[in-house]
Protein backbone atom coordinates (compact mmCIF):
# COMPACT_ATOMS: atom_id res chain seq x y z
CA UNK A 1 0.00 0.00 0.00
CA UNK A 2 1.42 3.30 -0.99
CA UNK A 3 2.69 5.74 2.25
CA UNK A 4 0.98 9.37 1.65
CA UNK A 5 2.00 12.31 3.41
CA UNK A 6 1.05 15.99 3.08
CA UNK A 7 2.65 19.53 3.03
CA UNK A 8 2.02 22.77 2.60
CA UNK A 9 3.94 25.20 0.26
CA UNK A 10 3.41 29.19 0.52
CA UNK A 11 2.75 31.52 -2.28
CA UNK A 12 3.18 35.11 -1.62
CA UNK A 13 0.17 37.34 -3.09
CA UNK A 14 0.31 40.68 -1.60
CA UNK A 15 2.04 42.71 0.88
CA UNK A 16 -0.45 41.57 3.60
CA UNK A 17 -1.86 37.89 3.21
CA UNK A 18 0.11 34.67 1.38
CA UNK A 19 -1.29 31.90 0.13
CA UNK A 20 -0.96 27.85 1.48
CA UNK A 21 -1.81 25.62 -0.79
CA UNK A 22 -2.04 21.93 0.51
CA UNK A 23 0.12 19.44 -1.48
CA UNK A 24 -0.03 15.61 -1.05
CA UNK A 25 3.21 13.38 -1.74
CA UNK A 26 3.09 9.83 -2.54
CA UNK A 27 6.02 7.09 -1.07
CA UNK A 28 7.63 8.19 -4.15
CA UNK A 29 7.86 11.57 -3.45
CA UNK A 30 5.13 13.25 -5.60
CA UNK A 31 3.28 16.14 -4.87
CA UNK A 32 -0.16 16.42 -6.12
CA UNK A 33 -2.52 19.70 -5.21
CA UNK A 34 -5.41 19.02 -3.39
CA UNK A 35 -6.33 22.33 -4.93
CA UNK A 36 -7.06 23.93 -1.64
CA UNK A 37 -6.01 27.24 -0.61
CA UNK A 38 -6.49 29.50 2.60
CA UNK A 39 -5.23 32.50 3.14
CA UNK A 40 -2.47 33.51 5.87
CA UNK A 41 -1.55 36.59 7.30
CA UNK A 42 1.82 37.89 7.30
CA UNK A 43 3.17 39.07 10.53
CA UNK A 44 4.44 42.87 10.62
CA UNK A 45 8.05 42.72 9.03
CA UNK A 46 7.72 39.97 7.00
CA UNK A 47 7.36 41.39 3.62
CA UNK A 48 9.50 44.59 2.03
CA UNK A 49 8.00 47.60 1.09
CA UNK A 50 6.90 46.07 -2.29
CA UNK A 51 5.33 43.36 -0.90
CA UNK A 52 7.75 40.71 -1.57
CA UNK A 53 8.30 38.23 1.28
CA UNK A 54 11.34 39.17 3.06
CA UNK A 55 14.09 36.83 2.16
CA UNK A 56 18.23 36.77 2.16
CA UNK A 57 18.56 38.86 -1.06
CA UNK A 58 18.67 42.14 0.87
CA UNK A 59 21.93 43.71 -0.16
CA UNK A 60 23.89 46.60 1.73
CA UNK A 61 24.29 49.85 0.29
CA UNK A 62 25.87 50.89 3.86
CA UNK A 63 26.64 49.67 6.91
CA UNK A 64 27.96 52.28 9.79
CA UNK A 65 29.39 51.18 13.23
CA UNK A 66 31.60 52.79 15.67
CA UNK A 67 34.11 50.60 16.87
CA UNK A 68 37.67 52.19 16.77
CA UNK A 69 36.99 55.86 16.40
CA UNK A 70 34.30 57.55 14.66
CA UNK A 71 33.35 55.84 11.63
CA UNK A 72 35.12 58.05 8.83
CA UNK A 73 32.40 57.48 6.46
CA UNK A 74 30.82 60.58 8.50
CA UNK A 75 31.03 64.35 7.80
CA UNK A 76 30.20 66.46 11.52
CA UNK A 77 29.11 69.99 10.77
CA UNK A 78 29.38 71.96 14.27
CA UNK A 79 27.90 75.23 15.46
CA UNK A 80 28.42 77.14 18.53
CA UNK A 81 30.55 74.88 20.15
CA UNK A 82 28.11 71.42 19.63
CA UNK A 83 30.84 68.52 19.62
CA UNK A 84 30.83 64.74 18.62
CA UNK A 85 32.96 62.64 20.95
CA UNK A 86 33.32 58.95 20.70
CA UNK A 87 32.74 56.15 23.46
CA UNK A 88 34.75 53.72 22.97
CA UNK A 89 33.12 51.48 25.62
CA UNK A 90 29.58 52.15 24.32
CA UNK A 91 30.24 52.08 20.42
CA UNK A 92 28.82 54.93 19.80
CA UNK A 93 29.24 58.39 18.70
CA UNK A 94 27.80 60.87 21.29
CA UNK A 95 26.47 64.37 19.80
CA UNK A 96 26.51 67.15 22.21
CA UNK A 97 25.46 70.90 22.19
CA UNK A 98 26.53 73.62 24.34
CA UNK A 99 24.00 75.99 26.03
CA UNK A 100 23.78 78.90 23.83
CA UNK A 101 20.74 78.93 21.22
CA UNK A 102 22.58 78.42 17.88
CA UNK A 103 24.29 75.16 19.30
CA UNK A 104 24.14 72.62 16.53
CA UNK A 105 25.79 69.06 15.56
CA UNK A 106 24.72 67.11 12.18
CA UNK A 107 26.15 63.85 11.87
CA UNK A 108 25.88 62.80 8.18
CA UNK A 109 27.48 59.93 5.86
CA UNK A 110 29.21 61.33 3.05
CA UNK A 111 28.01 58.67 1.07
CA UNK A 112 24.09 59.01 -0.69
CA UNK A 113 22.70 55.66 -1.06
CA UNK A 114 21.05 54.74 -4.79
CA UNK A 115 17.73 54.30 -4.43
CA UNK A 116 16.80 51.33 -7.52
CA UNK A 117 13.49 51.48 -9.01
CA UNK A 118 11.01 48.78 -8.02
CA UNK A 119 12.86 48.05 -4.96
CA UNK A 120 12.17 48.38 -1.30
CA UNK A 121 14.47 50.22 0.60
CA UNK A 122 15.33 49.69 4.16
CA UNK A 123 17.13 51.92 7.07
CA UNK A 124 17.74 50.93 10.58
CA UNK A 125 19.35 53.08 12.66
CA UNK A 126 19.92 52.61 16.42
CA UNK A 127 20.42 55.54 19.11
CA UNK A 128 19.57 57.13 22.39
CA UNK A 129 18.07 60.17 22.63
CA UNK A 130 18.16 60.35 26.55
CA UNK A 131 14.45 61.91 26.81
CA UNK A 132 13.88 65.21 26.48
CA UNK A 133 15.31 68.37 26.97
CA UNK A 134 14.03 72.07 26.79
CA UNK A 135 14.85 73.71 24.03
CA UNK A 136 16.59 70.59 22.07
CA UNK A 137 15.63 68.99 19.19
CA UNK A 138 16.59 65.46 18.46
CA UNK A 139 16.82 63.63 15.17
CA UNK A 140 17.53 60.51 13.37
CA UNK A 141 16.66 58.44 10.02
CA UNK A 142 17.56 59.20 6.50
CA UNK A 143 17.93 62.57 5.26
CA UNK A 144 19.67 65.71 4.60
CA UNK A 145 18.68 69.22 4.17
CA UNK A 146 16.18 69.22 1.65
CA UNK A 147 15.09 65.32 1.22
CA UNK A 148 14.30 62.17 3.45
CA UNK A 149 12.33 60.87 6.74
CA UNK A 150 13.16 60.75 10.23
CA UNK A 151 12.27 59.88 13.64
CA UNK A 152 12.18 63.16 15.79
CA UNK A 153 12.01 64.16 19.51
CA UNK A 154 10.99 67.61 19.85
CA UNK A 155 12.08 70.20 23.48
CA UNK A 156 8.42 69.47 25.04
CA UNK A 157 9.29 65.47 24.93
CA UNK A 158 6.78 65.03 22.14
CA UNK A 159 8.21 61.90 19.31
CA UNK A 160 7.35 62.14 15.43
CA UNK A 161 7.75 60.98 12.19
CA UNK A 162 8.06 63.40 9.17
CA UNK A 163 8.61 63.26 5.41
CA UNK A 164 10.99 66.26 4.40
CA UNK A 165 10.70 67.24 0.86
CA UNK A 166 11.74 69.96 -1.31
CA UNK A 167 9.16 69.72 -4.27
CA UNK A 168 8.06 73.32 -4.13
CA UNK A 169 11.76 74.37 -4.20
CA UNK A 170 12.66 74.91 -0.16
CA UNK A 171 12.78 72.21 2.23
CA UNK A 172 9.23 71.75 3.79
CA UNK A 173 8.85 69.44 7.06
CA UNK A 174 5.13 70.11 7.08
CA UNK A 175 4.38 66.17 6.88
CA UNK A 176 5.16 65.44 10.64
CA UNK A 177 2.82 63.30 12.44
CA UNK A 178 3.00 63.30 16.42
CA UNK A 179 2.58 59.29 18.25
CA UNK A 180 -0.99 60.12 19.33
CA UNK A 181 -1.81 60.29 15.42
CA UNK A 182 0.69 57.14 14.52
CA UNK A 183 -2.01 55.42 12.12
CA UNK A 184 -0.85 52.48 13.09
CA UNK A 185 0.12 51.78 15.90
CA UNK A 186 0.83 54.74 18.78
CA UNK A 187 3.79 52.40 20.67
CA UNK A 188 2.22 53.76 23.40
CA UNK A 189 0.84 50.51 25.10
CA UNK A 190 -2.31 50.84 23.87
CA UNK A 191 -1.60 49.76 20.26
CA UNK A 192 -1.74 46.19 18.43
CA UNK A 193 1.39 45.15 19.47
CA UNK A 194 1.56 45.96 23.09
CA UNK A 195 4.79 48.45 22.67
CA UNK A 196 5.37 50.72 25.30
CA UNK A 197 8.36 53.07 24.11
CA UNK A 198 10.78 54.23 26.66
CA UNK A 199 12.09 56.89 24.77
CA UNK A 200 15.39 57.27 27.67
CA UNK A 201 16.12 53.93 26.50
CA UNK A 202 18.04 52.67 23.09
CA UNK A 203 15.89 52.39 20.78
CA UNK A 204 16.11 51.13 16.60
CA UNK A 205 14.19 52.72 14.47
CA UNK A 206 13.09 50.77 10.81
CA UNK A 207 12.16 52.56 7.64
CA UNK A 208 11.46 51.21 4.45
CA UNK A 209 9.95 52.88 1.31
CA UNK A 210 8.97 52.82 -2.25
CA UNK A 211 9.86 55.45 -4.26
CA UNK A 212 9.08 55.65 -7.75
CA UNK A 213 8.46 59.05 -7.06
CA UNK A 214 4.77 58.21 -5.22
CA UNK A 215 4.94 55.14 -3.17
CA UNK A 216 4.17 54.13 0.27
CA UNK A 217 6.54 55.25 3.54
CA UNK A 218 6.44 53.03 6.84
CA UNK A 219 8.32 53.78 9.75
CA UNK A 220 8.29 52.48 13.19
CA UNK A 221 10.26 50.27 15.75
CA UNK A 222 12.01 47.16 16.05
CA UNK A 223 11.49 45.74 19.16
CA UNK A 224 12.58 42.00 20.76
CA UNK A 225 13.35 41.12 17.05
CA UNK A 226 10.01 42.04 15.88
CA UNK A 227 9.41 45.05 13.54
CA UNK A 228 6.78 47.11 15.16
CA UNK A 229 5.15 49.48 12.37
CA UNK A 230 4.30 52.61 14.12
CA UNK A 231 3.05 55.19 10.88
CA UNK A 232 2.94 54.95 7.13
CA UNK A 233 2.62 57.49 4.62
CA UNK A 234 0.38 56.67 1.58
CA UNK A 235 1.75 59.13 -1.26
CA UNK A 236 -0.19 57.40 -4.51
CA UNK A 237 -3.85 58.86 -5.80
CA UNK A 238 -3.08 61.34 -2.72
CA UNK A 239 -0.69 63.81 -3.99
CA UNK A 240 -0.44 65.90 -7.27
CA UNK A 241 3.52 65.43 -7.08
CA UNK A 242 6.23 63.25 -5.54
CA UNK A 243 6.55 63.14 -2.38
CA UNK A 244 10.34 64.02 -2.51
CA UNK A 245 12.64 65.21 -4.66
CA UNK A 246 15.00 62.41 -4.10
CA UNK A 247 15.03 58.58 -2.55
CA UNK A 248 19.17 59.05 -2.82
CA UNK A 249 20.17 59.87 0.55
CA UNK A 250 22.66 60.00 3.46
CA UNK A 251 22.01 58.33 7.11
CA UNK A 252 21.90 61.09 9.61
CA UNK A 253 21.16 62.70 12.58
CA UNK A 254 21.13 66.04 14.40
CA UNK A 255 20.83 67.63 17.55
CA UNK A 256 20.07 71.30 17.58
CA UNK A 257 18.94 73.89 19.96
CA UNK A 258 16.01 75.97 19.90
CA UNK A 259 16.75 78.48 22.76
CA UNK A 260 19.16 79.21 25.37
CA UNK A 261 19.84 76.59 27.69
CA UNK A 262 21.28 76.47 31.16
CA UNK A 263 23.48 72.94 30.66
CA UNK A 264 24.65 70.46 27.72
CA UNK A 265 22.45 68.28 26.03
CA UNK A 266 23.55 65.39 23.90
CA UNK A 267 22.38 61.97 22.44
CA UNK A 268 24.29 58.60 21.14
CA UNK A 269 24.63 57.45 17.38
CA UNK A 270 25.04 53.83 17.54
CA UNK A 271 24.66 51.78 14.09
CA UNK A 272 23.07 52.08 11.24
CA UNK A 273 22.63 50.35 7.81
CA UNK A 274 20.92 50.91 4.44
CA UNK A 275 19.77 47.94 2.55
CA UNK A 276 18.30 47.31 -0.82
CA UNK A 277 15.33 44.06 -0.90
CA UNK A 278 14.81 42.58 -4.03
CA UNK A 279 17.93 42.49 -5.32
CA UNK A 280 20.70 45.27 -6.11
CA UNK A 281 22.54 46.07 -9.40
CA UNK A 282 24.54 49.28 -9.21
CA UNK A 283 23.78 51.25 -12.28
CA UNK A 284 25.66 54.33 -13.83
CA UNK A 285 27.40 55.78 -16.56
CA UNK A 286 31.23 55.13 -16.81
CA UNK A 287 33.62 57.67 -18.47
CA UNK A 288 37.12 57.77 -18.87
CA UNK A 289 40.22 60.01 -19.47
CA UNK A 290 43.96 60.21 -20.25
CA UNK A 291 46.68 62.54 -18.74
CA UNK A 292 49.03 62.62 -21.63
CA UNK A 293 52.35 61.95 -21.22
CA UNK A 294 53.83 63.80 -18.58
CA UNK A 295 58.02 64.37 -18.05
CA UNK A 296 58.95 62.93 -14.49
CA UNK A 297 62.36 64.02 -13.52
CA UNK A 298 64.97 61.11 -11.81
CA UNK A 299 63.84 59.74 -8.41
CA UNK A 300 60.54 62.45 -8.05
CA UNK A 301 57.21 61.90 -7.32
CA UNK A 302 54.48 63.24 -9.04
CA UNK A 303 50.53 63.46 -8.98
CA UNK A 304 49.91 62.46 -13.11
CA UNK A 305 46.49 62.47 -13.49
CA UNK A 306 44.00 63.44 -10.02
CA UNK A 307 39.80 63.03 -10.60
CA UNK A 308 37.23 64.82 -8.72
CA UNK A 309 33.29 65.63 -8.50
CA UNK A 310 32.08 68.85 -9.68
CA UNK A 311 30.41 71.11 -7.30
CA UNK A 312 27.34 71.19 -9.02
CA UNK A 313 25.64 68.65 -11.64
CA UNK A 314 22.50 70.29 -13.98
CA UNK A 315 22.29 73.27 -11.81
CA UNK A 316 22.03 71.06 -8.70
CA UNK A 317 24.59 70.34 -5.62
CA UNK A 318 26.32 67.19 -6.64
CA UNK A 319 25.46 64.40 -4.66
CA UNK A 320 26.70 61.41 -7.37
CA UNK A 321 29.45 58.91 -6.26
CA UNK A 322 32.54 58.07 -8.43
CA UNK A 323 33.86 54.27 -8.27
CA UNK A 324 37.32 53.85 -9.75
CA UNK A 325 37.53 51.22 -12.74
CA UNK A 326 40.78 49.98 -14.71
CA UNK A 327 43.61 52.26 -14.74
CA UNK A 328 46.75 51.93 -17.38
CA UNK A 329 49.79 53.72 -16.59
CA UNK A 330 52.80 53.78 -19.08
CA UNK A 331 56.06 54.79 -18.77
CA UNK A 332 58.22 55.30 -22.19
CA UNK A 333 62.01 55.19 -20.99
CA UNK A 334 62.55 53.99 -16.94
CA UNK A 335 60.67 52.03 -14.62
CA UNK A 336 58.16 53.43 -12.22
CA UNK A 337 55.84 53.20 -8.88
CA UNK A 338 52.38 53.90 -8.98
CA UNK A 339 49.82 54.47 -6.58
CA UNK A 340 46.26 54.55 -7.12
CA UNK A 341 45.06 57.03 -3.75
CA UNK A 342 41.81 58.71 -1.88
CA UNK A 343 42.67 62.51 -0.89
CA UNK A 344 40.74 63.60 1.55
CA UNK A 345 39.33 66.77 -0.82
CA UNK A 346 40.92 69.38 -3.27
CA UNK A 347 42.32 71.73 -0.57
CA UNK A 348 45.28 68.78 -0.41
CA UNK A 349 46.49 68.83 -4.31
CA UNK A 350 47.77 71.79 -5.18
CA UNK A 351 48.69 72.81 -9.09
CA UNK A 352 47.01 72.43 -11.97
CA UNK A 353 43.63 73.19 -13.32
CA UNK A 354 40.07 71.46 -13.36
CA UNK A 355 39.14 70.72 -16.63
CA UNK A 356 35.20 69.21 -17.16
CA UNK A 357 35.70 65.81 -18.86
CA UNK A 358 32.24 66.47 -20.75
CA UNK A 359 28.96 68.08 -20.29
CA UNK A 360 26.99 64.65 -19.05
CA UNK A 361 29.72 63.62 -16.33
CA UNK A 362 29.77 64.97 -12.89
CA UNK A 363 33.52 64.63 -13.22
CA UNK A 364 36.64 67.24 -13.44
CA UNK A 365 40.06 65.86 -13.97
CA UNK A 366 43.46 67.39 -13.71
CA UNK A 367 46.25 66.64 -15.30
CA UNK A 368 48.78 69.18 -14.03
CA UNK A 369 48.58 69.07 -10.40
CA UNK A 370 52.20 69.67 -8.96
CA UNK A 371 51.81 67.87 -5.22
CA UNK A 372 49.96 66.58 -2.79
CA UNK A 373 49.65 65.58 0.90
CA UNK A 374 49.39 62.31 2.07
CA UNK A 375 45.96 60.30 1.50
CA UNK A 376 45.15 56.72 1.68
CA UNK A 377 46.59 54.45 -0.40
CA UNK A 378 43.95 52.24 -2.02
CA UNK A 379 46.26 50.27 -4.72
CA UNK A 380 49.38 50.25 -6.44
CA UNK A 381 52.24 48.57 -7.83
CA UNK A 382 54.77 49.25 -10.78
CA UNK A 383 55.18 49.92 -14.76
CA UNK A 384 58.32 48.82 -16.78
CA UNK A 385 60.05 50.99 -19.15
CA UNK A 386 60.99 50.68 -22.91
CA UNK A 387 64.17 48.21 -23.18
CA UNK A 388 66.68 50.47 -25.22
CA UNK A 389 68.92 47.83 -25.55
CA UNK A 390 65.87 45.21 -26.97
CA UNK A 391 66.02 44.60 -30.93
CA UNK A 392 62.60 46.17 -31.14
CA UNK A 393 61.43 48.75 -28.40
CA UNK A 394 57.42 48.60 -27.44
CA UNK A 395 55.87 50.52 -24.74
CA UNK A 396 55.26 48.57 -21.22
CA UNK A 397 52.39 49.52 -19.52
CA UNK A 398 50.81 48.52 -15.89
CA UNK A 399 47.14 48.35 -15.55
CA UNK A 400 45.43 48.02 -11.67
CA UNK A 401 41.75 47.38 -11.18
CA UNK A 402 41.02 48.56 -7.71
CA UNK A 403 37.80 47.08 -5.49
CA UNK A 404 35.26 46.99 -8.50
CA UNK A 405 31.38 48.33 -7.14
CA UNK A 406 30.03 47.80 -4.01
CA UNK A 407 32.04 45.85 -2.59
CA UNK A 408 34.60 48.17 -0.51
CA UNK A 409 33.82 50.44 1.71
CA UNK A 410 36.30 53.28 0.31
CA UNK A 411 36.56 52.27 -3.12
CA UNK A 412 34.06 55.99 -3.91
CA UNK A 413 34.70 59.98 -3.81
CA UNK A 414 31.55 61.91 -2.94
CA UNK A 415 30.96 65.65 -2.19
CA UNK A 416 31.20 67.10 1.26
CA UNK A 417 28.44 68.54 3.18
CA UNK A 418 28.23 71.78 1.44
CA UNK A 419 28.95 69.91 -2.27
CA UNK A 420 31.83 72.67 -2.51
CA UNK A 421 34.82 70.31 -1.31
CA UNK A 422 35.09 67.04 -3.08
CA UNK A 423 37.03 63.57 -2.37
CA UNK A 424 40.03 63.58 -5.17
CA UNK A 425 41.23 60.53 -6.88
CA UNK A 426 44.92 60.63 -7.58
CA UNK A 427 47.19 58.61 -9.56
CA UNK A 428 50.98 59.17 -8.47
CA UNK A 429 54.13 57.85 -10.32
CA UNK A 430 57.62 57.78 -8.55
CA UNK A 431 60.58 57.37 -10.69
CA UNK A 432 62.70 54.67 -9.97
CA UNK A 433 66.04 55.81 -11.73
CA UNK A 434 67.52 58.34 -9.37
CA UNK A 435 68.86 60.66 -12.56
CA UNK A 436 67.10 60.12 -15.86
CA UNK A 437 63.64 61.64 -16.86
CA UNK A 438 60.67 59.53 -18.13
CA UNK A 439 57.65 60.53 -19.39
CA UNK A 440 54.65 58.85 -18.09
CA UNK A 441 50.26 58.54 -18.48
CA UNK A 442 47.79 57.84 -16.77
CA UNK A 443 44.36 56.35 -18.50
CA UNK A 444 41.88 56.62 -15.88
CA UNK A 445 37.89 55.06 -16.07
CA UNK A 446 35.31 55.50 -13.76
CA UNK A 447 31.72 55.13 -12.85
CA UNK A 448 29.37 57.68 -12.24
CA UNK A 449 26.10 56.51 -9.74
CA UNK A 450 23.13 58.29 -8.63
Known amino acids: MAQYRRDTKRFLADGNTIFEVVMTADSNGAFYDEYNRFPVALEAGQSDAFGRLRT ?8 YKHLYGIDPAFEDILAANGTVTFLPNQACARLTTANNSTSSVVHQTKFYHQYLPGKSQLIKTTFNFYGANTNVTKRTGYYDDNNGIYFEQAGNGQISFCIRTYTGGSPDDSRKVTQADWNVDTCDGNGPSGFNIDITKTQIVFIDFQWLGVGRVRTGFVHDGKFIPAHEFYNSNNLDKVYMSSPNLPIRCEIFNTGTRTANAYMDQICSTVISEGGYLESGQDFAWHSGLRLLAGGNTTPIMA ?12 RMIARLGNITILST ?89 SQVFVVTATNLSSSNSTYVGVNMQWREVY
Open 333 to 421: DENVRYDVIKLANTSVITGGSWVDVHPSSGIQYNATATNYNDGEVMDGGFAAANNPRAASTTSSSGITNPNMPSTAKKNYIAQNYYSNN
Open 307 to 318: IKLKDTFNGYSN
Open 56 to 63: SDAFTLGD
